[in-house]
């Protein structure tokens, strides 16, 4: 039977996996864990186990898989590419030292593991238009190195170890329960928050700049079918190319007109930001994925505008 620890549980993705994989397994089987509390997660925290872990602090981390008999830790605590490139050290500190912790405490309990990687694990000199599984990685941010390093990292402990890591390569994901975490995607979940509320939109990120994207009910199910995939099919492990759809935010406005006519779009260019999204792809090849684990996403970008308006129209009453 399964044991879960989620580090990083009350961030955008660990706040709905959360309560998605207690369904699934049982509320007492997954256990949720942060650095600290957070406001808005009361509902979280009391519907089963939650400890305060910081991965940087193996002791704590350990004890808390013993404690708990865990046998599978998802581990979501990061730093993300905008916040990581205002703070880089702390960015390594986390993604990298709080890895190995990771890696490190599954390695000595036999534990399975699953980490994101990121389109920010390519660079400038990778391929840009259906990006291959396997191509060139030299990242410019120190977030896309601590990903690239990562998934190297994770890739050594199985191969050394037998660690069974599993991972993806997440584009931007797109989601209505917690706000984004400080990453260069964000600009496509803060557009339908203003579309309801001020029917315009400013975008920091330029006209005719295509990224990859994802719902987060897909991203959720990526996680759950990877971590349930059949082990002698995976090629790869970490970390698999995975995407839904690709869009600037040109398209992404048009879709929500289909709604709000009125809808108007603005730009106010971030240099940081724009740079970095300049140098990650226009869109990725995951037939690795489709192949290996049956990756097949639900939602595209019409589906995913009008479930986001519907969702976030009754948050925000
Ligand atoms: P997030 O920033 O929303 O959440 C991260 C959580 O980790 C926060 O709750 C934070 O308090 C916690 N945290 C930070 N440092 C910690 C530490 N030392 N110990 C314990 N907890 C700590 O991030 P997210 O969007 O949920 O992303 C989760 C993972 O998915 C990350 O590895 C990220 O790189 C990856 N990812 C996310 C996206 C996206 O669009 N959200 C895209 C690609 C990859």
Same mark, same amino acid.
């Given at each position: 039977? @399964? ?18 994989? @207690? ?40 004890? $808390? +898989? ?15 590419? *905008? ?36 389109? $920010? ?23 896309? +190195? ?9 890739? &050594? ?29 964000? &600009?496509?979940?803060?557009?339908? &928050? ?44 970490? $970390? &698999?190319?995975?995407? *839904? ?23 106010? +260019? ?42 976030? @129209?009754?948050?925000?009453?």
């Amino acid at each position: 039977m @399964r044991k879960i620890l989620i580090t990083g549980a009350l961030g955008q993705i660990g706040s709905e996996l959360t309560a998605e994989m @207690r369904k699934i397994y049982g509320s007492s089987n997954v256990v949720a864990s942060n650095r600290s509390m957070k406001k808005g997660h009361e509902e979280l925290i009391e519907s089963g186990p939650f400890e305060i872990i910081d991965i940087n602090d193996p002791v704590t981390l350990s004890a $808390a +898989v013993d404690k708990h008999k865990i046998n599978t830790i998802v581990n979501l605590a990061a730093i993300l590419s *905008a916040i990581g490139e205002k703070d880089p050290q702390q960015c390594w500190n986390i993604n990298m030292n709080g890895l190995y912790n990771v890696l490190e405490t599954a390695r000595e309990r036999n534990c399975m593991v699953f980490t994101p990687s990121s389109i $920010a694990a390519f660079g400038p000199s990778t391929p840009k238009d259906n990006t291959p599984q396997e191509t060139i990685q030299r990242p410019n941010t120190m977030y896309g +190195v601590t990903k690239a390093a990562g998934e190297l990292l994770c890739d &050594y402990y199985y191969k050394k170890f037998g660690v069974d890591t599993r991972g993806v390569r997440f584009p931007g994901l797109i989601s209505y329960k917690t706000l984004p975490g400080g990453g260069t995607t964000d &600009y496509a979940v803060h557009i339908y &928050y203003d579309a309801l509320k001020n029917k315009k939109y400013t975008s920091f990120i330029r006209k005719g700049t295509y990224m990859d994207m994802m719902y987060m009910p897909d991203a959720l199910s990526a996680i759950i079918d990877l971590i349930e995939a059949n082990p002698q099919r995976l090629m790869h492990r970490n $970390a &698999y190319n995975v995407t *839904a759809m690709s869009f600037d935010p040109e398209m992404l406005a048009d879709s929500i007109r289909k709604f709000i006519p009125e809808f108007e779009l603005l730009y106010d +260019v971030d240099p940081i930001r724009q740079e970095i999204a300049d140098s990650w792809p226009n869109s990725l090849d995951d037939s690795a994925a489709r192949e290996q684990w049956d990756w097949n996403p639900k939602y595209d970008l019409q589906s995913m505008t009008k479930d986001m308006l519907e969702k976030l @129209r009754v948050k925000l009453d």
